[in-house]
């Protein structure tokens, strides 16, 4: 669901709408939902016409099925999720108990830290600890 949104920087399109970058992105690249005031206003900032405006509500379309890893970013993510993940899950138990970082309840967040040696990336991932219930 890529339209002409690359008009502009997602970072201006967050400031303007009053969004996570983060987030919007996701949302106007089919991953999340948009309500039709956002879509109109995203539609008002970049002069979209009602067809745009219309498909930028429909129910996103989420998985691994839509997900380009061949994309050089996207491979590290998984290469870090591929190497880190278990351990991530398992210092997860050890701090909180059985249970697992929400994907729903969470938060993301994506910010440049410059460096002498070339300008780092920290990506920050923020999720609700759910409990696993015993029935």
Not at 5 to 28: D, F, M, N, P, Q
Not at 113 to 132: M, S, W
Request: aromatic residues 8%.
């Amino acid at each position: 669901m890529v339209y002409c949104i690359h008009a502009t920087r997602w970072v201006e399109l967050a400031r303007e709408t009053g969004r996570g970058k983060v987030w919007l992105t996701a949302a106007l690249l089919g991953q999340h939902p948009v309500s039709q005031e956002l879509a109109e206003q995203v539609g008002k900032l970049l002069t979209l016409d009602a067809e745009v405006i219309e498909a930028l509500q429909l129910p996103p379309v989420r998985g691994a099925h839509v997900v380009d890893t061949t994309e050089p970013a996207v491979y590290r993510l998984t290469e870090i999720v591929q190497v880190y993940g278990t351990a991530i899950n398992d210092l997860i138990r050890e701090e909180f108990g059985d249970g697992i970082m929400s994907a729903i309840d969470f938060e993301v967040g994506l910010n440049r830290v410059p460096d002498p040696e070339g300008d780092r990336v920290v990506i920050t991932l923020n999720g609700k600890y759910l409990q696993y219930r015993e029935f």
